[in-house]
């Protein structure tokens, strides 16, 4: 075996290592940044998700507030209904008929 043979064997080595090792390091770039644009893709669904849930979470807020208006108007209204109520007295509440004889009073 000549010493060019060797020197020529070696050259092709360090060229096909050099040649592997660019390839590892391009194909790690190209992994890398396909993992960057995953999570850029996943950051930008949950920020999607977290504006919708906030719609969502308003528009309850709002409702419930709506609600808590309505509940205080109906228990104030149920109130004034039980007072009046409890105002009428047996003598005030009469039976009326046709006739002015037959009217009595309710016990």
């Known amino acids: 075996v000549s010493l060019t043979y060797l020197i020529e064997f070696f050259f092709l080595l360090i060229v096909?290592?050099?040649?592997?090792?660019?390839?590892?390091?391009?194909r790690n770039k190209e992994i890398a940044r396909k993992s960057r644009l995953r999570k850029k893709e996943y950051v930008s669904e949950l920020e999607d998700r977290l504006k919708r849930l906030e719609a969502i979470?308003?528009?309850?807020?709002?409702?419930?507030?709506?609600l808590l208006n309505e509940n205080k108007s109906l228990r104030l209204e149920a109130m004034a209904l039980a007072q009046q109520y409890h105002a009428y007295t047996p003598q005030n509440l009469k039976v009326h008929t046709s006739?002015?004889?037959r009217n009595q009073?309710?016990?």
């Open 105 to 107: 009073t309710l016990v």
């Open 16 to 26: 096909l290592f050099k040649s592997k090792l660019v390839l590892r390091k391009e």
């Open 57 to 66: 979470q308003q528009a309850a807020t709002q409702h419930v507030a709506i």
């Open 99 to 101: 006739h002015p004889s």
